[in-house]
């Protein structure tokens, strides 16, 4: 193994590393020869680098396939107002390097798949994952499992944060839990709304974050005790914090007793989203943000209803008729059945879920609006906020 050195300019920049006892000179040799894979460069994502570089983690990889925008900058304090409609990527890589020149960046600028994971994930010795859906999730903690590495896991959602270690190996020997021994199963697709769609204050991503950072370096450097078989529970708004113990599930189907799967596999058909979609696409009548606009210039007849929230509603709105989706089914005498009804949301998600649950109930008359009022603002009125 190549020895590892550290420049004058690399001591005296890690001094106050090199002065705590648990880390040290060789605790921080331990960190440049590192290499950590971050998947996600969103609000975990942010500090997770900025941390990692700021410490001296010798390569990290980033992964992402989005671009800036204007609504990321709330929380994702890696960017810029000149890194909007930038791949995030290369704007973080910019950054970073700018914080830290000793650090080695490889970007995949893709997104992280069952075709692509596991050729990426064996060059890394440690994978933080700062993603916000579940078949990411799954697909992080499945590759990390099948190649031996351990997934620093962390989610955030409006006041609540969660951090965890899997896959990792102890001094004994001994391999904790992984994230399929906490949530054997995702939940229904629609359940969880997303933080799009929920909302996160803006430094709970930072507080998080910064946890998991610290969890990477404490399983690089051997130094503290990890969150393996732990979940740290944070809630930033009571500022209270629980820590519950992760027990490992017999029926695994990565780690258990009788192990059913050896590869990874489609993670958008096991969480349900793909049968979702099909569903979806099959049974709800959509409309597009052109086609309501000449309807409505044509002052042609028809209801729209905005099943967003009321704090939504007050920042942007379409002046359609406000029940949101929560309300819905307690308001369906406001929904008309002799006309049209078009049915929008931010993005189109829960306006699809709404016209499944009124299409249950016997509506016929239920279009979606495309795209939501994102669309509408994109190609109508582009100087409105986009949330």
Known sequence: MEEIILSKEELSRYSRHIIIPEVGLEGQKKLKAAKVLVVGTGGLGSPLLLYLTAAGIGTIG?????????????????????????????????????????????????????????????NYDVVADGTDNFPTRYLVNDACYLTGIPNVYASIFRFDGQVSVFNYRDNSGELGPNYRDLYPEPPPPGLVPSCAEG????????????????EVIKIITGMGDTLSGRLFAFDALGFTTRIFK??????????????????????????????????????????????????????????????????????????????????????????????????????????????????????????????????????????????
């Open 62 to 122: 980033i992964v992402d396939f989005d671009v800036v925008d204007e609504s990321n900058l709330q929380r994702q304090v890696l960017f810029t107002v000149e890194d909007i409609g930038v791949p995030k990527v290369m704007a973080a890589k910019k950054r970073l390097q700018a914080l830290n020149p000793h650090v080695k960046f490889e970007v995949y600028n893709e997104m992280l798949d069952s075709t692509n994971a596991l050729q990426i994930f064996k």
């Open 246 to 387: 992760v027990f490992k599930d017999k029926t695994n189907p990565l780690s258990g007793e009788n192990p059913t799967q050896k590869t990874l596999i489609d993670y958008q058909q096991f969480c349900g989203i793909t049968a979702e979609k099909d569903k979806q696409a099959n049974e709800i009548k959509e409309i597009t943000v052109e086609a309501f606009m000449r309807m409505k210039n044509e002052h042609e007849t028809f209801q729209l209803i905005d099943v967003r929230e009321q704090f939504e509603y007050d920042l942007v709105n379409m002046e359609g008729e406000l029940i949101p989706l929560g309300t819905l089914l307690n308001n369906v005498n406001k929904i008309a059945q002799d006309k049209m009804v078009v049915v929008h949301c931010k993005s189109g998600a829960r306006s699809a879920r709404a016209i499944q649950s009124l299409q249950a109930l016997g509506f016929k008359n239920l279009y979606n609006l495309k795209g939501g009022i994102l669309a509408y603002i994109k190609e109508f009125e582009p100087e409105l906020p986009l949330y």
């Open 199 to 214: 909302g996160v204050i803006g430094v709970l991503p930072g507080i998080i974050g910064s946890l998991q950072a610290n």
